[in-house]
């Protein structure tokens, strides 16, 4: 190259006495080496720089495929706990309907109450007995089916003079509740007992 031949870049500025790779501040005189062994240099430097590019661009893609393996093990680990975090919520609010059922029970003093406020508190049970139901809980225990123990808890029993009310369900107590099947908490009960007078 003559003193009048510049090969500019913006990396990369070859003149009559040096060639400079600014980037790395490499420095390559001319009277060191011939162009060619520049032009070599530089293509190892190149080299160098995309093996460089491909093992960040390998790190960058696996830290992206970990991250999104996380948000993927979180939201599994979320949707596991979801109905646990339900129940416990929702175990928490059957004393609320234990209430409206005790307030319910009492049906001389709650007909001695005002007819449109007994509609508008009946009309908050049963919109909490909705919201129980959407959310899987649900509730058991009737008058007249046959005691289960698996179901129900005998509190008290009663003498029933008719035989085919023997194990029968004569009182509820407390409601029983399951949730998605499973009993959370068994009604109370009072049991008819027959027995024959001898």
Known sequence: MNEKDTLKNDDITIGSDE?????????????EGEPLKIIKKLRERLKTCEVEKLQYLDGWQ???ADYANARK?????LSE????IKEKVLM?????ADNFDVAFRNKEAWEKVDKNW??????IYSNLIGIFYSLGLSQFGTIGEKFDPTLCQAIETEKVSEKEKDDE??????????????????AKVRVGIYKEDN
């Open 19 to 31: 060639a400079v790779f600014d980037t790395d501040d490499i420095i390559i005189d001319e009277e």
């Open 62 to 64: 696996r830290s992206k």
């Open 73 to 77: 093990n979180e939201e599994k680990n």
């Open 81 to 84: 706990l979801e109905p646990f």
């Open 92 to 96: 928490e609010l059957i004393p609320i």
């Open 118 to 123: 007994r509609i508008g508190v009946e009309g």
């Open 169 to 186: 369900v004569i009182t509820i107590i407390q409601k029983g509740y399951k949730f998605k099947g499973k009993v959370v908490r068994p």
